[in-house]
């Protein structure tokens, strides 16, 4: 469980605020959803629609992200090659 958590999260080591996002949101609007079903509390539908929308908006605009870098060949994220300093190089 631990892996899948930290594979939502992250890619290649990088924290995704994307996907931490959108996952915060289905799963606040899961919550609200299964509390109203068993208490009195209703939530507002305009609320739970927000929280909804921006949860699916930002798992659709990841998607077409990924989608759109790879069919113009482009990297996600360039790499950069670190090098680290010599004395020679630094004289």
């Known amino acids: 469980m631990k892996k899948w958590i930290l594979s939502i999260l992250s890619k290649d080591g990088d924290q995704s605020s994307k996907r931490l996002v959108g996952l915060y949101c289905i799963l606040t609007g899961s919550a609200l959803a299964w509390i109203a079903t068993f208490s ?16 699916g908006g930002v798992f659709v605009g990841t998607m077409l992200e990924g989608v759109f870098t790879q069919k113009m060949n482009l990297p996600v994220k360039p790499k950069e090659d670190v090098k680290p300093e010599t004395e020679e190089s630094s004289n």
């Open 40 to 55: 009195e509390y209703k939530t507002p539908e305009y609320m739970y629609n927000t929280i909804m929308f921006i949860g």
